[in-house]
């Protein structure tokens, strides 16, 4: 690998990358760049938004830029274990089983309606992202770096479908919503598609540089000023009467844990590193503070019939905490 320095990284990682999928992939700017937050912190994406979006062309795009290894998985209500991880097979020739690896051994897996699939597939899925290893047949076989797992839902079409539980809702990184284009970025979407002649992109990156990009993010400086904003942030959803909003204790049933603080941290910093700044400042906090904690901040019945919902009460809260 060519050595790197951070200031390099960054341009292949936030301007190159982001290009050469804006060549394929219409208005969906935020989505890309929050593939990216999670390439450069190892952390999983939950994508939520309805069929018809880009998520896959996005996910695909991003892997043949980087020069690093896809697979999509398509879950299923008749989807096993072994259909994920892998499994022994028989080899008739040598009489002996040998390990088949799953679609799992990729470096961005795409977990795809992941909520249709029974919990037993699901569990094993998200025990493989928290350890990064898998066993096969008793032997024990680690996922090559870096390795990335985007799982999408569909938060309409609830029928026929497993909901992931909180505990493994919070494995997730970031949890982002996908929304419809602008009229003008439809126009272009149905223009693009009326040529019929397949968009190529170049593969500017490798593994290696994701690495590095990755080192050269945990060395930003943070102050400690905003790590205190940060912990302010994540306690106000479990004590919001601490940060001036006992309103809001009625409606949050339960806040977000240490792990939230640990991953905003950590996305704000990949999110300074791609504006190409050595430090990291509140509006990376703000940025990134709905994508880490909406998953997080689970709320009561009497939320809902006030028809709020975690962005809302995770607004309020940042509007409540100082900014230093």
Do not use: W
Request: proline residues 6%; aromatic residues 6%.
């Amino acid at each position: 690998m060519t050595t790197r320095t951070a200031k390099t990284s960054e341009a292949v990682l936030s301007q190159t990358i982001a290009r050469e999928v804006a060549k394929r992939v219409v208005a969906q700017e935020l989505m890309v760049e929050r593939l990216l937050v999670g390439l450069l912190t190892g952390g999983h994406i939950l994508l939520e938004g309805v069929p018809g979006l880009a998520k896959t062309l996005a996910v695909r795009t991003v892997a043949e830029c980087l020069r690093i290894s896809f697979s999509r998985i398509q879950f299923t209500p008749d989807l096993l274990p072994a259909d994920v991880i892998g499994t022994m097979v028989f080899d008739q020739r040598t009489q002996e089983f040998y390990p088949k690896k799953g679609p799992l051994f990729a470096n961005l897996v795409l977990a795809d309606e992941i909520n249709r699939a029974p919990a037993k597939v699901q569990s094993a899925l998200l025990e493989a992202m928290q350890e990064k290893q898998v066993t096969i047949g008793g032997e024990t076989f680690y996922l090559g770096e870096p390795f990335l797992v985007l799982a999408t839902q569909n938060p309409i079409e609830q029928e026929g479908t497993y909901p992931l539980p909180e505990a493994q809702l919070d494995r997730f990184m970031l949890k982002v919503r996908v929304g419809y284009p602008t009229r003008d970025a439809e126009k272009e979407i149905v223009a693009r598609m009326a040529s019929g002649r397949p968009i190529e992109v170049q593969r500017v990156a490798e593994a290696d540089d994701i690495l590095a990009a990755r080192s050269a993010i945990a060395e930003l400086f943070m102050d400690q000023k905003v790590v205190d904003y940060i912990v302010d942030v994540v306690r106000g959803t479990r004590e919001p009467q601490a940060i001036g909003l006992p309103e809001l204790k009625p409606l949050i049933a339960f806040g977000a844990s240490p792990r939230a603080s640990i991953y905003l941290a950590q996305a704000a910093r990949a999110h300074a590193f791609l504006r190409g700044r050595s430090y990291v400042v509140p509006e990376d906090v703000k940025a990134l503070a709905h994508d880490v904690l909406r998953h997080r901040v689970l709320l009561t019945f009497e939320a809902e019939a006030e028809d709020m919902d975690s962005d809302r009460v995770i607004g309020k809260i940042l509007e409540a905490v100082g900014v230093p």
